[in-house]
């Protein structure tokens, strides 16, 4: 009966209702011998949107490995951590750890530096919404000049760990582990592309660092820490040549120019 309705549909009326609903694919193959081109051509969009959604979902399947192997192991809350901030010459270094429902939809979730400012804003707000606990840790500026950024970065990540609202019986790391915790950890090279949870904590780590950088350049004007969010950019060196130091740079990057940093992504 609803193929005799869709049928009778004007162009317009059919592409508003293939936009907002579910149709299956006997419908659409119904529907794509419509001599109308316009009908056509909306089908042809309906066929092509659910083939990204079937990759979508086996992208997002394949990315709960880690997930589902601690699960058969027993494991209940298994919390991702990464971090955002080990290269820039300024400003801390953010952990986040996420923990994330058994089963939960993100679409577009990935490794922070592949979305852009727009997509992390967004998924930021769906994790810290819809996951079981979420928090943050930060690694100072000093800390980072006192036991180097590595040791900085580890220390972030206990501090996000440890706020969490809820123990985690296992951690999904990004390549490192963190010393001071009972439960199982895996690192896993490449982990925020390879782990929903990592990439998750990814996406709340980098966001919030973004934001904490605005506070940076209204604290301190010229450098441009809104812009370059403190890493090694030629305006930013620029900005140091002509200004010097502020409180913000680290001292211990700063004696070693010759280091690589990653761009601000």
């Not at 316009?38 to 092509?48: C, K, P």
């Not at 199982?184 to 660092?209: E, F, P």
Request: net charge neutral.
């Amino acid at each position: 009966m609803r193929l005799v309705v869709l049928a009778k549909m004007t162009v317009a009326a059919l592409c508003r209702y293939l936009n907002e609903n579910e149709v299956s694919a006997e419908e659409l193959n119904h529907l794509s011998k419509d001599e109308r081109a316009g009908v056509r051509h909306a089908v042809a969009r309906a066929f092509a949107l659910r083939e990204t959604g079937r990759r979508e979902r086996e992208r997002l399947e394949s990315m709960l490995s880690y997930e589902r192997q601690a699960q058969k192991k027993g494991y209940t809350y298994i919390a991702g951590v990464d971090e955002a901030g080990r290269g820039p010459l300024a400003g801390p270094v953010i952990a986040a750890a996420v923990i994330l429902p058994a089963e939960i939809w993100l679409p577009g979730l990935n490794d922070s530096k592949l979305l852009t400012p727009g997509k992390r804003e967004k998924l930021f707000q769906e994790i810290t919404a819809r996951s079981v606990a979420w928090s943050i840790g930060h690694g100072d500026v000093s800390e980072i000049d006192e036991i180097n950024i590595l040791q900085a970065t580890r220390l972030a990540m206990y501090r996000a760990l440890a706020s969490l609202s809820i123990k985690p019986d296992f951690i999904l790391l990004d390549a490192l582990q963190v010393d001071g915790f009972e439960s199982r950890q895996q690192a896993i090279i490449g982990g925020d592309r390879l782990s929903q949870s990592v990439a998750a904590a990814s996406i709340v780590a980098k966001v919030t660092r973004d934001r904490l950088t605005l506070a940076m350049d209204r604290d301190f004007p010229g450098y441009g820490f809104a812009k370059h969010k403190g890493y090694a950019t030629p305006e930013h060196r620029q900005a140091l040549a002509e200004l010097g130091a502020c409180p913000l740079h680290r001292k211990s990057f700063l004696c070693r120019s010759e280091e690589p940093h990653e761009e601000p992504w």
